[in-house]
């Protein structure tokens, strides 16, 4: 594992960002593994100011997300396809064809989550996946259990996830309780696993998940396992390491 220590979060974003560019640019046809939620927000802003410069082409480029919520469409301001439409996909040169989330309104989410794993079965591997980390550990949303999730699978959210979750909505009982996330097997398939972390809250779950025992009930401590992972986060979130 090789871990940067950044002075705070818009350092954090410019190396998160600058690993992404580097693999877009090393391999123009790689298969990234995208994230949501507020932590990669500035390494998307970055990368889009990236291809506006010339220094970027995501025209070969194909994209595999990690999850989305049941119930929302893509047009919903809290659904994962708008938020990568409107934080990256719409501001470079990706074909729309190649960009892949699951479908939240699939009216079998199960089924949907065996078409999506079809999906990536196809890509795959995945290049290098970008993840952020829960409070409770979780990677996408792979909530702590008494095992791990193999593929993408339709998960119960924690009420932990929830309401950290809440501040995107109008209140907490607007937040999905459910989601299709893609599984632990699958995430561990990644060539290359980038983890991003940013703030002092995020400190004690960093420690536990990688100096901890490797367990279902912290998720992401099984990126232990995994012989590629770049661990990025600022001073604060890795200060208990």
Same mark, same amino acid.
């Given at each position: 594992? $090789? #871990?940067?220590?950044?002075? =705070?979060? *818009?350092? &954090?974003?410019?190396?998160?960002?600058?690993?992404?560019?580097?693999?877009?640019?090393?391999?123009?046809?790689?298969?990234?593994?995208?994230?949501?939620?507020?932590?990669?927000?500035? @390494? /998307?802003?970055?990368?889009?100011?990236? /291809?506006?410069?010339?220094?970027? =082409?995501?025209?070969? %480029? $194909?994209?595999?997300?990690?999850?989305?919520?049941?119930?929302?469409?893509?047009?919903?301001?809290?659904?994962?396809?708008?938020? &990568?439409?409107?934080? !990256?996909?719409?501001? %470079?040169?990706?074909?729309?064809?190649?960009?892949?989330?699951?479908?939240?309104?699939?009216? =079998?989410?199960?089924?949907?989550? $065996? $078409?999506? *794993?079809?999906?990536?079965?196809? !890509?795959?591997?995945? =290049? #290098?996946?970008?993840?952020?980390?829960?409070?409770?550990?979780?990677?996408?949303?792979?909530?702590?259990?008494?095992?791990?999730?193999?593929?993408?699978?339709? %998960?119960?959210? @924690?009420?932990?996830?929830?309401?950290?979750?809440?501040?995107?909505?109008?209140? @907490?009982?607007?937040?999905?309780?459910?989601?299709?996330?893609?599984?632990?097997?699958?995430? &561990?398939?990644?060539?290359?696993?980038?983890?991003?972390?940013?703030?002092?809250?995020?400190?004690? #779950?960093?420690?536990?998940?990688?100096?901890?025992?490797?367990?279902?009930?912290?998720?992401?401590?099984?990126?232990?396992?995994?012989?590629?992972?770049?661990?990025?986060?600022?001073?604060?979130?890795?200060?208990? !390491?």
């Amino acid at each position: 594992m $090789r #871990i940067y220590v950044t002075e =705070d979060y *818009n350092a &954090m974003s410019r190396r998160v960002a600058s690993i992404l560019a580097a693999q877009v640019i090393l391999k123009p046809d790689c298969v990234l593994g995208l994230a949501t939620g507020s932590t990669p927000v500035g @390494a /998307y802003k970055l990368l889009a100011e990236g /291809y506006k410069k010339g220094d970027l =082409d995501f025209s070969q %480029v $194909r994209s595999i997300n990690l999850d989305e919520y049941v119930g929302l469409a893509p047009t919903h301001d809290q659904s994962y396809r708008y938020f &990568m439409q409107s934080n !990256l996909f719409d501001h %470079v040169n990706i074909n729309p064809d190649n960009t892949n989330v699951p479908n939240g309104l699939a009216a =079998d989410p199960a089924e949907e989550c $065996r $078409r999506y *794993n079809q999906v990536i079965r196809t !890509l795959g591997p995945i =290049d #290098i996946q970008l993840l952020g980390m829960g409070h409770n550990g979780h990677i996408g949303f792979n909530e702590p259990a008494d095992a791990f999730a193999l593929e993408t699978n339709l %998960v119960n959210l @924690a009420e932990s996830t929830i309401q950290a979750n809440a501040r995107f909505f109008a209140s @907490a009982d607007e937040v999905p309780r459910q989601a299709m996330t893609m599984g632990i097997q699958t995430i &561990m398939q990644a060539r290359k696993v980038l983890v991003a972390v940013s703030g002092k809250d995020k400190a004690a #779950i960093v420690k536990k998940a990688f100096t901890g025992p490797v367990t279902p009930q912290v998720p992401a401590s099984i990126l232990q396992m995994h012989p590629d992972v770049i661990l990025v986060g600022d001073k604060a979130a890795l200060s208990e !390491l």
